[in-house]
């Protein structure tokens, strides 16, 4: 069993940044990948990014690369989604999930456990 909390949304202007994390908790957390994946209103859920659990692997939406950055801190089992240059259609609701098999990981399927979201709103 594994436990995710989200934390860091909140209300930003255009051009800004955020930083969300993602604390994993349970005996087997840290042999998870950890995806990011947002949710805005009417839309489907869309995969925006995935750590591997060494940490050494990401994989990006296109519509996020080179504006998000994630990256994992093994000793404090948490994930981070560092956002920059946010723009208005960044706004959702952001959740991080945790899948084992990397092939499901980076194909933003099949994801074990979820977290319970944290909304982020960019203002234009």
């Known amino acids: 069993q594994v436990q995710l909390v989200e934390s860091g949304g909140g209300l930003v202007q255009a051009g800004g940044s955020l930083r969300l994390s993602c604390a994993a908790s349970?005996?087997?957390?840290?042999?998870?990948?950890i995806g990011w994946f947002r949710q805005a209103p009417g839309k489907e859920r869309e995969f925006v990014a995935v750590?591997?659990?060494?940490?050494?692997?990401?994989q990006y939406a296109d519509s996020v690369k080179n504006r998000f950055t994630i990256s994992r801190d093994k000793a404090k089992n948490t994930v981070y989604l560092q956002m920059n240059t946010l723009k208005p259609e960044d706004t959702a609701v952001y959740y991080c999930?945790?899948?084992?098999?990397?092939?499901?990981?980076?194909?933003?399927?099949?994801?074990?456990?979820w977290g319970q979201g944290t909304q982020v709103t960019v203002s234009s």
């Open positions: 349970g005996r087997t957390a840290s042999t998870y990948a």
């Open positions: 999930a945790a899948e084992r098999n990397w092939n499901d990981a980076i194909q933003g399927v099949a994801y074990d456990y």
């Open positions: 750590i591997s659990h060494y940490g050494y692997t990401t």
